[in-house]
Nanobody, 125 residues
Framework: QVQVVEYGGGTVQAGGSLRLSCIVS????????IAWFRQAPGKEREGVSC???????YYADSVKGRFTISKDNAKNTLDLQMNTLKPDDTAMYYC???????????????????WGQGTQVTVSS
C-alpha cells in the first residue's frame, strides 16, 4: 500500500523560510517522479517543483532561485527548502508520486496517482 505523508508546513513572515518534507512508503522510491504542488483558495492546483527518477529537477518560474527540491532514495524522503517566502506562496502544499518511464519529464498533476493529505503554508506580510 502506497502512503504519502507531508510534514513541515506552518506560518512564517514574508522573507522567512520553511522546509517541507514528504515520506513515500510502499514504492521503489528511486523509480518514481516525486513532485510538490500547491493550491491556494479559489485557484487551481499548480506545480511547484518536481524531481524525476534520474534526479533532474524542475521548478515553476515563480519559485526559481528561492525553492530547492531534494530527495533521499535511501530514506524515501523528498524535501522542499523554501526561502525568501512571499505572501503569494500561501497555499496548501501537496506531495505526489508516480512511476514514470525514465527519460520523460515531470507530468501534469492529473498524471500522479499517489498524493499526500497536504500541509498548509501561510506567509504573512
Amino acid at each position: 500500500q502506497v502512503q504519502v505523508v507531508e510534514y513541515g508546513g506552518g506560518t512564517v513572515q514574508a522573507g522567512g523560510s520553511l522546509r517541507l518534507s514528504c515520506i513515500v512508503s510502499g514504492v521503489t522510491f528511486e523509480n518514481y517522479h516525486i513532485a510538490w504542488f500547491r493550491q491556494a483558495p479559489g485557484k487551481e492546483r499548480e506545480g511547484v517543483s518536481c524531481i524525476d527518477n534520474d534526479g533532474y529537477t524542475y521548478y515553476a518560474d515563480s519559485v526559481k532561485g528561492r525553492f530547492t527540491i531534494s530527495k533521499d532514495n535511501a530514506k524515501n524522503t523528498l524535501d522542499l527548502q523554501m526561502n525568501t517566502l512571499k505572501p503569494d506562496d500561501t497555499a496548501m502544499y501537496y506531495c505526489a508520486a508516480e512511476s514514470i518511464p525514465r527519460g520523460q519529464a515531470c507530468p501534469e498533476p492529473s498524471e500522479f496517482a499517489y498524493w499526500g493529505q497536504g500541509t498548509q503554508v501561510t506567509v504573512s506580510s
